[in-house]
């Protein structure tokens, strides 16, 4: 498996490591409940150095981002804006989605997700090929340019950042949702995959035991996949590989509002979305019964049958949540009845996300 430049550090705090898309990540750090909570309630950090960020510039950056997304890079005019997108083929299916960062006209910052990064770059490199245009795409993942992410996270996250990284305060402070700033070798995002406040830290790899160490210091917990996990589950947050794959539309998957089919503007699978309107409504569900909603379990509704995609326990609620692919039929508020073994247990249908800013939204 390949290992993060934290890899020594996790397994120094006795973390429980596991295989995640190839990558030997911690599971937890001895309680994935209590990682949890310390993200809803105070600040929690994680490695996502397996992340892949790419970054993306020449002459024809812009024009190759407009044609290889769904979501439009014309949105993306102040420097440090980020947007999310998906990276579709040509049937309509996500590739990946992903994070694009606007530097310059000339100069965009990619992040992808670990386990579909060598995909990625070869679909990246084929399409830029193919449609001829000036693009450098390089990762940032070896050598002297190496890059490593931490990701700060919880309603403390941001005052604790400031207290490890004082000089970032000022650049940092004033970031909506979506924006990064630049503070000498630190790139500073406004984004997460938790549903709480925090940053996004990229920074050259040979500094980021440093920076955990650090943070650990100031009171930021450790934390692993598994409080990621239901974390981004509360949050309404997609997974690549279960919520969404190649062979499923961004339509059907909870993302139209990342793709952008009003504009004169084509791009790779557009004529499939076109062709293919969307077929499922991508909803969530609390369990009202005993029990734990996995992924594949069957949905019964009163208009045909459905499938969870992604479900677990919610430490916040307390209460079994799922993301689920539902007929089109299904409106919020419906009873189903989700079949767990030899049994059908009641579940509601609700609008995700959860939980976002530790307040319960269901």
Excluded at 85 to 97: C, K, R, T
Excluded at 119 to 132: F, G, T
Excluded at 248 to 264: F, H, I, K, N
Excluded at 280 to 292: E, Q, T
Aim: with cysteine.
């Amino acid at each position: 498996m390949k290992k993060t430049v934290l890899n020594a550090g996790h397994r120094q705090s006795g973390a429980r490591m596991v295989d995640f898309g190839g990558w030997e990540m911690p599971l937890h750090y001895g309680s994935q409940i209590e990682e949890h909570h310390a993200v809803r309630r105070d600040a929690g950090m994680f490695d996502v150095s397996h992340m892949c960020a790419v970054d993306v510039a020449g002459r024809d950056a812009g024009t190759f981002l407009r044609r290889l997304l769904a979501n439009n890079v014309d949105r993306l005019k102040v420097p440090g804006k980020a947007l999310y997108s998906a990276m579709l083929n040509e049937a309509g299916g996500v590739i990946d989605d992903l994070i694009v960062y606007y530097l310059d006209d000339r100069s965009y910052r990619v992040v992808v997700n670990a386990g579909t990064a060598e995909k990625d770059l070869d679909w990246m490199a084929a399409r830029r090929d193919q449609w001829q245009l000036a693009v450098h795409i390089t990762p940032r993942r070896e050598g002297a340019g190496a890059l490593a992410m931490i990701a700060v996270q919880g309603p403390n996250a941001r005052r604790k950042v400031w207290q490890v990284l004082p000089e970032c305060r000022a650049a940092s402070e004033a970031l909506k949702p979506f924006f990064a700033a630049v503070v000498g070798d630190h790139f500073i995002a406004s984004t997460g995959y938790t549903g709480e406040d925090g940053y996004e830290i990229t920074l050259p790899a040979a500094q980021a035991d440093r920076l955990w160490q650090a943070l650990a210091a100031a009171g930021v917990r450790p934390c692993g996949l598994g409080a990621r996990d239901t974390l981004r589950l509360e949050a309404g947050m997609n997974l690549y590989g279960q919520d969404m794959d190649e062979t499923v539309s961004p339509l059907d998957a909870g993302l139209a509002w990342t793709v952008d089919l009003v504009s004169p503007r084509d791009f790779v699978g557009k004529a499939a979305l076109l062709a293919r309107p969307q077929q499922v409504r991508f909803l969530g569900l609390v369990l009202l019964d005993r029990g734990v909603l996995r992924a594949h379990q069957p949905v019964h509704t009163t208009h045909g049958d459905g499938e969870i995609t992604s479900g677990s326990f919610s430490p916040t609620m307390q209460q079994s949540i799922a993301l689920a692919r539902l007929p089109l039929a299904v409106t919020l508020g419906d009873a189903v009845q989700v079949a767990i073994r030899d049994k059908r247990l009641a579940a509601r249908v609700v609008k995700p996300p959860f939980v976002r800013n530790g307040h319960i939204l269901v």
